[in-house]
């Protein structure tokens, strides 16, 4: 399924399901993705949030107050995507494919979430 992402792209998703598994989600949901865009901490998107000044505790702490918080859930499950996490995936291939992009990378996860 990841074929076409890139190693960063791939990290972000692995740091969602890390997130989704701390915060008590038995799946990946958006605001996951987003904090797995931050936590990876390199290219474009990264850069983005920097220049807005957006840190990764100012953002979990955001979606910490807006969730209701259960308790983790073991390494050992990996929680797999929800429908709205699936439909963003979708819309970042859409979004590669509309630059003309041969690969799926940080930025169009970011382009997806927003669309």
Known sequence: MFEHY???AIRVIQFARYEA?????RTIETEHL???LIREGNGITSRIFNRCKITFEEIRKDIESRIILKEKI???IEPPPSPD???VLTFAAEEAEH???KYIGTEHILLGILR
């Open 74 to 76: 073991p390494a050992n």
């Open 34 to 36: 987003l904090l797995g």
């Open 85 to 87: 996490v699936d439909k």
């Open 6 to 8: 890139t190693e960063r």
């Open 99 to 101: 630059l003309n992009h």
């Open 21 to 25: 598994t701390q915060l008590g989600s």
